[in-house]
């Protein structure tokens, strides 16, 4: 029975991560190869290492299945001892870049979106979903009082 609850908590761990990391995946990648491409230039005219940039890009790449392979090894790993769990708190100290991650993965996927949008080619859930907002915000100002 325990088998199976694994096998069924790891299919969808694995499948929340495939979406989820995805949408952080792109706009991270898309930062990072923009920064490396910056950083050579720096490197080059500064005559310096691009050792760090090339760190970056390079956890950037590795980070969609990274996650992968971390779910696999959690959730497929032996059970752990006792000892094991003190050290199992997760590290809040992530939590910041967490969030700023996803701020900048939701500005990445906007401003693609406003893009496809700006030439007809957003989803159409899109474009309606913009009319709905700007409807709000329409309602809104007009609750406001005038002078």
Known sequence: MVWLIERVVLVLTLV????V?????????????????SG????????TTPQV???????????????FRFILDSILAERR??????NAEPPIHGLGRFIAESLWAILFWLTFLF?????????????????EVTS????????????
């Open 81 to 86: 001892t006792d000892t094991d769990r003190d």
């Open 136 to 147: 709000l915000f329409t309602a809104l100002l007009n609750m406001l009082p005038k002078k």
């Open 16 to 19: 929340i991560w495939a979406v």
């Open 21 to 37: 990391a995805f949408l952080l995946w792109i706009p991270l990648l898309a930062r990072s190869i923009a920064v490396f491409s």
């Open 115 to 131: 893009g496809l949008d700006r030439y007809g080619l957003a989803p159409s859930f899109f474009h309606d979903a913009m009319s």
């Open 40 to 47: 050579i230039v720096l490197s080059v005219l500064s005559q």
């Open 53 to 67: 940039y090339a760190r970056q890009l390079r956890l950037a790449m590795s980070f969609y299945a990274d996650g």
